[in-house]
């Protein structure tokens, strides 16, 4: 009985709140962000991927059949962030000022960190979180052959706490 009432008053308290992407009349629509000033920008997004301590093993050691995993991935998150306007409805196209990207290798996994840059009228969590989705959906396309099972299924792997970290903004000089 109490999940209902925690479900009601979550839908209460999402009827109170000013959605941004929604319209008069309920359509869905992009947000006006022309008279917004020009703020320095930037949001970290995080994920991991679980592996196999073989597989993580063979990455380390740049011995995946397919190639350098890391360098692939790291290229892979980076066009995702350029590329987010084009992915996402209603996100805005924005000036990338700079994309950094950080793996930590653990015993059985990947932890990816993407930071995005911008100085414009919008942030780039969105951006970011694209990122770190693609960076790790390229680690696990090129690691998938040592991450299947006998019946070719993958009980193991997983892509989990993908989320932003960190987010700040400042005025523009």
Avoid at 33 to 48: I, N, S
Avoid at 103 to 127: P, Q, R, W, Y
Avoid at 163 to 169: C, H, L, M, P
Wanted: include cysteine.
């Amino acid at each position: 009985m109490k999940a209902v009432t925690d479900s009601e008053d979550a839908v209460k308290e999402a009827s109170d709140v000013d959605l941004t992407h929604v319209g008069e009349s309920g359509q869905a629509e992009m947000v006006d962000v022309g008279t917004k000033p020009d703020t320095r920008r930037r949001a970290v997004a995080q994920g991991t991927i679980h592996l196999h301590e073989s597989t993580v093993e063979a990455v380390r050691a740049n011995e995946v059949a397919k190639g350098d995993v890391l360098a692939t991935a790291r290229v892979g998150a980076i066009d995702a962030v350029k590329h987010t306007w084009e992915t996402i409805p209603f996100c805005h196209q924005i000036p990338v000022t700079n994309v950094e990207t950080t793996f930590d290798v653990s015993t059985e996994s990947i932890t990816l960190t993407v930071a995005v840059e911008t100085t414009g009228k919008t942030g780039c969590e969105m951006e970011a979180l694209q990122g770190v989705t693609t960076g790790l959906n390229v680690v696990l396309d090129m690691v998938k052959a040592a991450e299947k099972d006998d019946t070719g299924q993958y009980p193991e792997t997983r892509i989990d706490d993908v989320r932003v970290a960190e987010k700040t903004t400042r005025v523009a000089e």
